[in-house]
């Protein structure tokens, strides 16, 4: 059996290869690149074996972490970081009488699929540093729910602060009251520009060498941490639902493309993956680059009402070009063409408007009883154009559900004069004070705080 070490390569080749806790802990690569593991281990059948008589998410998370972690970190602590990471349920809602299911991964404590990544890696640099004795500063642009989900994941940690950066016009007030509400190593701050305004000042610091001896790190999905995890909920759905080696299909509402990658990873590593479908809004940069061959990032990105979607160049096309045989850097100029063919033949990619989000929610809603938030919808839309789900084949479909219907109530009691019933985790916050700062998209005043702080 192979047992080389899983190193961790820059997607834009500048930079040395590094082992797992240093590309966590680092997030960005030197170079500006984003890291990836030189090879993606394969489960063996009795693993998949294993993985498929368990109904336990938890052990299922160890068996895939391992993989990767073994090198790095111990197996009985890394079991402990799963059970202790993953204490929510992770329903499959089959939908009506089709073959077709919706994962809901908004269980967690701030209610979006974010809770998968964020604990887990949160967990993980807090045993890394805690080893290295050294004090890290966690700077993370959101467009709304890695900041809430990061903040919860992160909050009363030691040796770790967490500065959020969110577009002050573009989330809901549900979303930034989860962020504002915290206090202690959590600080907020309302950049008035967009999601990628937010990101862009994001990695300017990571390469500013006025931080070069202050540990900066990310938690977005730029960070390889955030997406390892992730792989997790794909291999976890095909076991609970798959026959033997029965193959599955996948899609998957995309903004930034960490949660795809997450599932690109589960098929590497050996899930019968026939399709992975890219549901996104009107940002629709790859569904035309995988139509016509050419890639060009939406400039500005545009709003819609998955505003978590509203991202106008996904950092982690770089990865997929990247494991397609490319090279992207990290504006999006493709240096080396990857194997398109082989994408159109993986992927499945389409742009949802929100006039067909919202009527998909009401159709969802009176054909089926099921209620989806505004992401969860363009999944679903997605999915039964692209393929249908009254298809004669009935082949095995799972569509992600990536956030709480709560989240979004404004817009589900507008179209289904309903409101969603709030989970647990989402009790309380109106009456909570919100503490944040306001911010000019200006690197400079950017540059300040950080150093203030
Ligand atoms: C972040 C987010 C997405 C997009 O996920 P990416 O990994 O950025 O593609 C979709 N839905 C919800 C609710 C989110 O919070």
Redo the contacts with the bound molecule.
């Keep these: 059996m192979e047992k080389s070490r899983i190193e961790y390569y820059s997607t834009n080749l500048k930079a040395e290869k590094v082992s797992f806790s240093e590309a966590l802990l680092k997030g960005l690569a030197p170079d500006g690149g984003l890291y990836m593991p030189t090879y993606i281990p394969l489960l063996s059948d009795k693993e998949l074996e294993d993985i498929k008589a368990s109904d336990n998410y938890s052990k299922i998370a160890y068996t895939v972490l391992r993989k990767f972690l073994s090198d790095e970190i111990g197996n009985e602590y890394l079991l402990h970081l799963c059970e202790d990471a993953y204490n929510f349920s992770v329903p499959l809602e089959r939908v009506g009488s089709t073959n077709s299911f919706i994962m809901r991964l908004d269980q967690g404590p701030t209610a979006?699929?974010?809770d998968f990544a964020a604990r887990m890696m949160a967990r993980l640099m807090n045993h890394f540093i805690e080893k290295k004795r050294e004090h890290y500063t966690i700077l993370t642009a959101t467009?709304?729910?890695?900041g809430s989900a990061v903040a919860s994941a992160f909050q009363g940690l030691d040796g770790i602060d967490v500065i959020i950066l969110y577009p002050a016009e573009e989330v809901t007030d549900m979303q930034r009251k989860q962020m504002t509400t915290l206090t202690g190593n959590i600080k907020v701050i309302a950049i008035n520009g967009k999601f990628d305004d937010c990101q862009r000042l994001v990695k300017k610091a990571f390469v500013d060498p006025t931080f070069s001896d202050r540990h900066l790190s990310s938690a977005n999905?730029i960070n390889i941490g955030r997406l390892l995890p992730q792989s997790v909920y794909y291999i976890y759905a095909w076991a609970k639902l798959a026959k033997k080696d029965e193959p599955i299909i996948f899609s998957v509402?995309?903004?930034?493309?960490?949660?795809?990658m997450g599932g690109i990873i589960g098929r590497e590593m050996g899930l019968p993956v026939s399709k992975f479908i890219i549901s996104t809004n009107a940002n629709n940069g790859v569904p035309k680059y995988l139509a016509s061959g050419i890639y060009r990032p939406i400039v500005p990105s545009i709003n819609c009402i998955?505003s978590?979607?509203n991202?106008g160049h996904?950092s982690n096309l770089a990865r997929i070009i990247a494991l397609y045989g490319g090279v992207m850097d990290e504006k999006g100029n493709i240096s080396k063409e990857p194997d398109i063919e082989s994408i159109r033949k993986d992927f499945i990619a389409l742009s949802i408007s929100d006039k067909e989000t919202k009527e998909t929610i009401k159709n969802v809603y009176n054909r089926y009883k099921t209620i989806l938030e505004p992401?969860g919808a363009v999944a679903w839309k997605g999915l039964t154009d692209s393929i249908g789900t009254d298809q004669t084949d009935n082949q095995l479909m799972v569509s992600l559900e990536?956030?709480h219907p709560f989240k979004f109530k404004e817009e589900i009691i507008k179209l289904l004069g309903l409101t969603p019933d709030i989970p647990m985790s989402l009790k309380g916050l109106d009456n909570k004070p919100e503490y944040f700062t306001n911010m000019e998209n200006d690197y400079q005043a950017l540059k300040d705080f950080i150093v203030k702080n």
């Design positions: 979006s699929f974010k467009s709304g729910d890695t999905s509402p995309s903004g930034n493309y960490g949660n795809l998955s978590a979607m991202v996904p992401h990536t956030a």
